[in-house]
């Protein structure tokens, strides 16, 4: 199974849509978002795009929290860390960096995906892979998303230009 791996968006629709649009073509059911969406209408183009939707809040969704109640049906949620299960694979999401670390270094999981640094970067950390799929915002970088295979455990590192 293909996953989309989102993160930091900061309202950045036109980008997001862009993003979304290569989803939608590659057939992608599910996402995995690792926070700094922005507000509840940014969120929803997310929900609305995806079958099944795993996200955890970062710092920048303070518009979000404590309104997880509009959230969509298909929505999984945390406000600060989700533990998944897909196709055999234990995941763990996060936004901020130095928790993903922390969460690999405890080899409980297969992968870690976070945010926060606006960086696409991959590590292995003992067994388990942790990766940062970069800014869908194109504040700091090139905007960016990762499509991960559950197969393979192989990332592609999507750039929107």
């Known amino acids: 199974m293909k996953i989309a791996i989102l993160s930091d968006i900061h309202d950045n629709q036109t980008r997001l849509g862009e993003a979304l649009t290569i989803c939608a073509k590659e057939k992608i059911e599910t996402c995995i ?73 405890a080899k409980r999981y297969d992968v870690v995906f976070y945010g926060h640094t606006h960086t696409p970067w991959k590590k292995k950390i003992k067994k388990t892979t942790i990766l940062n799929p970069g800014e869908i915002s194109g504040q700091f970088g090139r905007a960016s998303f990762a499509i991960f295979d559950t197969k393979t455990q192989k990332a592609i590192l999507k750039i929107i230009d």
């Open 33 to 105: 978002c690792c926070g700094d969406v922005g507000i509840l209408a940014t969120a929803q183009m997310i929900f609305d795009s995806f079958r099944n939707v795993y996200f955890a809040l970062g710092n920048a969704d303070f518009n979000l929290r404590g309104k997880t109640g509009l959230f969509s049906e298909n929505v999984i949620y945390n406000e600060d860390f989700l533990e998944i299960k897909i196709d055999g694979l234990k995941i763990a999401a996060v936004h901020h960096d130095y928790k993903a670390r922390s969460l690999a270094e």
